[in-house]
């Protein structure tokens, strides 16, 4: 009996000894993992968010953004193509016998540069933007009676930004056309900015639209930031590249009348029970019969501090021929009337004020657009 209680006893200290093991391995791992947390680098989820936080914050804007864009807001934008080299076909302007420092002078039956001024340079657009604006949101929009409600944010952002404006105010129900020539003739931000929102909902899905007009118009070196031409250091065109896109508006019928109306008066409102008068910025400063043989017949003019005073505008003549000129960097608000006028009357072989200006009318030197037929958006 003494031998069967002692095997029994063999037993019982066997499976404690299992038993005991086993809480030993038990520990060993237990202690081995609070060990290798403590001294691991806190790289997991913590790491990972951050990381994702980062990059919804750098993430690219939906445009493309210039190449080798300045490190600080510059007073000027950088010559970042190299201009091209004159031949003895090319009128080409310098010194002061034109006050902008960037011009160009377009044949448009020909669609060739005639005369021009570090036309292929960057420049700052200002509201000769709107340009742009308008016949994006023309060739996006089926009724032009239709009605759109001026948000308060888009009236405040204007007076925060001291944009110049139509006019209209918030909760107001403005048409789609009166907008276009509230964009138009007192280059309204109110009505661009209103405009941006009904076609795609804000202003930075309407530019990418815009931006992608400038692609298929082939520029080259015009990227766009917003709808109203507002200073940004990455918005930027040429006197050559807007050129082409005020070619590419005269396509579009209600464009083309838009750019050339002195004055429009918006439909009756609550608001403004009257309508409200709209005067143009250019034919504020000019008849457009200044020059003897053509008529300047519409345009776009712009102003920021960093641009300077701009001005695209079309003339034609009793026969047909159609001129395009642009100018920016002008001094003053008279000073792109002048110069404007100086290039018409060269164009057409009128005898100029100054000896020093070179004749226009010699055989042009480069191509201005390509054919766009194919493009031409319907009225």
């Excluded at 791992?29 to 947390?37: D, E, N, Q, R, S």
């Excluded at 939906?62 to 201009?83: D, F, G, I, K, S």
């Excluded at 400038?214 to 520029?219: A, F, I, S, T, Y």
Aim: aromatic share 6%.
């Amino acid at each position: 009996m003494s031998t069967t209680k002692k095997r029994k006893r063999r037993r019982v200290s066997a499976a404690g000894m299992i038993l005991l093991f086993l809480m030993l391995i038990i520990t060993i791992l237990g202690v081995y993992g609070i060990v290798h947390l403590l001294t691991t680098p806190a790289s997991g989820k913590l790491s990972a968010e951050i990381v994702t936080e980062t990059e919804t914050e750098t993430e690219p804007p939906a445009t493309e953004p210039p190449t080798e864009p300045p490190t600080e807001p510059p007073t000027e934008p950088p010559p970042l193509v190299e201009y091209p080299q004159e031949d003895e076909n090319t009128a080409v302007w310098e010194g002061d016998v034109l006050d902008a420092k960037y011009a160009v002078m377009v044949d448009c039956n020909q669609h060739k540069i005639l005369a021009e001024k570090n036309g292929n340079v960057r420049m700052y657009p200002a509201s000769m933007t709107k340009l742009m604006t308008i016949i994006v949101a023309i060739e996006n929009i089926k009724d032009f009676h239709d009605t759109f409600t001026m948000q308060e944010e888009v009236i405040e952002s204007c007076w925060a930004q001291e944009a110049s404006m139509a006019g209209f105010s918030a909760g107001e129900q403005c048409t789609v056309l009166d907008m276009l020539y509230g964009a138009a003739l007192p280059s309204g931000a109110d009505a661009t900015i209103g405009l941006a929102y009904y076609v795609s909902g804000s202003e930075k899905a309407f530019v990418r639209l815009m931006n992608q007009k400038v692609k298929e118009l082939g520029l080259k070196d015009t990227h766009f930031m917003n709808s109203s031409g507002l200073h940004d250091e990455n918005h930027y065109s040429t006197a050559a590249d807007m050129a082409v896109i005020l070619e590419y508006c005269l396509q579009n019928e209600l464009c083309r009348q838009v750019i050339s109306t002195p004055h429009y008066t918006t439909s009756s409102t609550e608001y403004h029970p009257d309508g409200i008068y709209l005067s143009d910025t250019m034919f504020n400063k000019m008849d457009g019969h200044e020059v003897p043989g053509i008529t300047i017949k519409g345009g776009k003019t712009g102003f920021t501090d960093e641009a300077g005073h701009c001005l695209a505008s079309y003339g034609e003549t009793n026969d047909g021929r159609c001129y395009i000129v642009v100018t920016s960097k002008g001094t003053d608000r008279y000073q792109p009337v002048n110069d404007c006028i100086k290039l018409y009357s060269s164009a057409i072989g009128v005898p100029a004020e100054s000896e020093n200006i070179p004749p226009a009318t010699l055989a042009p030197s480069a191509d201005i657009v390509q054919e766009q037929q194919e493009l031409a958006p319907a009225a």
